[in-house]
Every structure is written in C-alpha cells, then in structure tokens.
C-alpha cells in the first residue's frame, strides 16, 4: 500500500520561505512522477508543480521562478522549496503520485 507522508508546513511571512517534505512509502519510487497540488478554502485543487522520474520539472505559472521541486531517489523523498512567499501561496499542499494523495499540510502566509 502506497503512503505519502507530507510535512513542513507552517507560518511564514510575506517574502518568506518554506521547505515541504513528502516521505513515499513504496518500491519503484525512482520509476514514478510525483507533484505538488495546492487547496485554498473556496476553491479547487490546483496543481503547482510536478517532477518526472528523469527529474525533469513544470509549474504553476503563479510560483515559476519562486517554488522548486525536487526528489532524492535514495530517500524516496520529494521536497517543494517555496521562496518569496506570498499570501495567495496560504493553502493545504498535498503531495500526489501513485495515484494517491497525502494527508495534506498547511501553509499559511501572512501579510
């Protein structure tokens, strides 16, 4: 069974920078796509960026050039480096791959 574990979420102020960790519980984790979606209460889940298992990347066209994936084959770990936040960045932030979903981890950007 598949199990993806996010964290580092938290408070962070405008310009600020957060770091989040996904922990993927499964084989063949370096054969696999993995992305970042995002939830801000009132709307859809969007997605925000997402790395393929050459580890070529694509985002959001409203966090390119301030969030970075990335992923570590070794540690079956995906991380989602998000820099000069913003309070539209405020959501839950759910890793995705496998056809499965996180729990989620909050992010709150204030002003």
């Known amino acids: 069974q598949v199990q993806l574990v996010e964290s580092g979420g938290g408070l962070a102020q405008t310009g600020g920078s957060l770091r989040l960790s996904c922990a993927v519980s499964v084989s063949y984790f370096r054969f696999r796509n993995f992305s970042w979606w995002r939830q801000a209460p009132g709307n859809q889940r969007e997605l925000v960026a997402e790395i393929t298992s050459g580890s070529s990347t694509n985002y959001s066209p409203s966090v390119a050039g301030r969030f970075t994936i990335s992923r570590d084959n070794a540690k079956n770990m995906v991380y989602l480096q998000m820099n000069n936040l913003k309070p539209d960045d405020t959501a839950v932030y759910y890793c995705?791959?496998?056809?499965?979903w996180g729990q989620g981890t909050q992010v709150t950007v204030s002003s």
């Open positions: 995705r791959g496998f056809d499965t």
